[in-house]
């Protein structure tokens, strides 16, 4: 018969001497990885967007806000990023961050996002590509992208110029060759709103293997037309209001005091909500229902279909493809409003 193991001396063998392997345990944080590409300082939706996301900065591991050139290619006079906004929407954040955190955890504190801060070019496009035109943004994001394996790749939104990741990927290409560069690509995704540099195609046949949508209204269609545009036109547009605005946003505390009501971009019935970047991240966002590794699944970030060049691109199907979006309005704002309530509690 054998003799009965004395579990305090094992114990002890295994703390002094290590004989015997005790099982790993995963502390792993399953949260999405997100990096956000801004062009802030244009048109206001930018900020409302961050300020959406701040309410659901507990859902993801936030790991740069990185501020490209400010406005669409022609809209703004001076060439510039705008930082300052986005710490500001940071800082009236940290004034509401005590109520969240009566509601869910895991909510970051205001100093672990003003880290992620950073400054992309405030020039965009291919002739600020290459040589010399390293930013600190963009190698922060080579450096959050090296950060994390491929089964925890980092999650790129884009909501304006893809300029630094552009030069994010060319440095890499000429520091590591080929084989580093296909290594690099396996280790994130990439959502981007609307092309707005008119450097995709040149990016996809210099670096090959991207994990990439881009929604973009087709080519000789109405430029509207595009899936991420769903965030404001197309369903019950009673939801982007002022009205409804004012009542379930800016009267709920200082971080929604700060959302624009004053949007830019015609046609929007009301001019107030527009939030055309949102998308983006809802994408990535676990309770928006989307599947990151499928694009195909629906959820409140739209609905998309692989294209002959290999990248995700606006459904084709015979839908208008902003209802892929439009149809979660409901959903999407209930949410929004209850998140927002959540920044009064004392």
Request: with cysteine; hydrophobic share 40%; aromatic share 10%.
């Amino acid at each position: 018969m054998a003799k009965q193991v004395n579990c305090s001396r094992c114990l002890f063998f295994v703390i002094v001497f290590g004989f015997i392997a005790l099982p790993r345990l995963s502390w792993a944080d399953e949260r999405p990885r997100l990096l956000v590409l801004t062009d802030i300082g244009g048109d206001p939706d930018d900020q409302q967007s961050l300020i959406r996301l701040m309410l659901y900065s507990n859902e993801f591991r936030i790991e740069g806000l990185i501020a490209s050139a400010s406005g669409t290619p022609g809209e703004l006079k001076q060439a510039v990023t705008r930082v300052d906004l986005i710490q500001q929407i940071v800082s009236a954040y940290a004034e509401v961050r005590p109520s969240l955190i009566l509601h869910a955890d895991r909510w970051p504190t205001a100093n672990d996002l003003s880290d992620c801060i950073k400054a992309g070019n405030a020039n965009r496009g291919p002739d600020y590509i290459g040589a010399e035109h390293d930013t600190v943004g963009s190698q922060w994001i080579i450096d959050r992208i090296d950060a994390g394996p491929e089964e925890d790749p980092l999650n790129i939104a884009i909501w304006g110029g893809q300029t630094d990741l552009a030069q994010a990927l060319w440095r890499v290409k000429k520091v590591r060759g080929p084989i580093g560069l296909a290594d690099f690509v396996r280790r994130f995704r990439v959502y981007d709103i609307a092309d707005q540099d008119s450097i995709a195609r040149w990016m996809h046949g210099e670096f090959p293997g991207l994990n990439y949508i881009l929604s973009k209204a087709r080519e000789g269609t109405d430029k509207r037309s595009a899936t991420f545009r769903g965030m404001y036109l197309t369903g019950d547009e009673s939801l982007t209001s002022r009205e409804w605005i004012e009542t379930n946003v800016r009267s709920k505390g200082p971080l929604g005091a700060l959302y624009p009501t004053k949007t830019w971009t015609a046609p929007n019935p009301h001019a107030c909500l527009k939030e055309g970047d949102t998308p983006s991240w809802f994408f990535f966002l676990p309770l928006g229902g989307n599947v990151a590794s499928d694009p195909t699944q629906p959820g409140w970030g739209g609905q998309y279909e692989l294209s002959n060049d290999g990248w995700y691109r606006d459904s084709t199907n015979g839908i208008d493809a902003r209802k892929t979006v439009s149809r979660w309005r409901g959903e999407f704002q209930a949410d929004f409003a209850k998140r927002m309530l959540w920044c009064l509690s004392k």
